[in-house]
Nanobody
Framework: QVRLVESGGGVVQPGGSLRLSCKAS????????MSWYRQALGKERELVAR???????EYGASVQGRFTIFRDNPKNTVYLQMNSLKAEDTAVYYC??????WGQGTRVTVSS
């Protein structure tokens, strides 16, 4: 059974940082692309960052240079390091694997 469990969300002030984690199980983690998406209230879900099995990364334009996606294959975990957070980064962040499975999401609120 595939499971994706996100953690690390919370409330942070503008300019602050957070690191999200997504622990995966039920599939061969190191063979698959992993992605982070987010969905703000009233908006469509959008791609934040993607990392393929070989380590190549891709970022959404709005987070380029501020967010970093990386993976720890022995721990079956993908991370999203978020720096210089802005109010517009407020959203529920979801992890997704190459099969199209989603986690339950973790909420990030950027507010003073």
């Amino acid at each position: 059974q595939v499971r994706l469990v996100e953690s690390g969300g919370g409330v942070v002030q503008p300019g602050g940082s957070l690191r999200l984690s997504c622990k995966a199980s039920g599939f061969i983690f190191n063979e698959h692309e992993m992605s982070w998406y987010r969905q703000a209230l009233g908006k469509e879900r959008e791609l934040v960052a993607r990392i393929i099995a070989g380590g190549i990364t891709e970022y959404g334009a709005s987070v380029q240079g501020r967010f970093t996606i990386f993976r720890d294959n022995p721990k079956n975990t993908v991370y999203l390091q978020m720096n210089s957070l802005k109010a517009e980064d407020t959203a529920v962040y979801y992890c997704k694997n190459g099969f199209g499975n989603w986690g339950q999401g973790t909420r990030v609120t950027v507010s003073s």
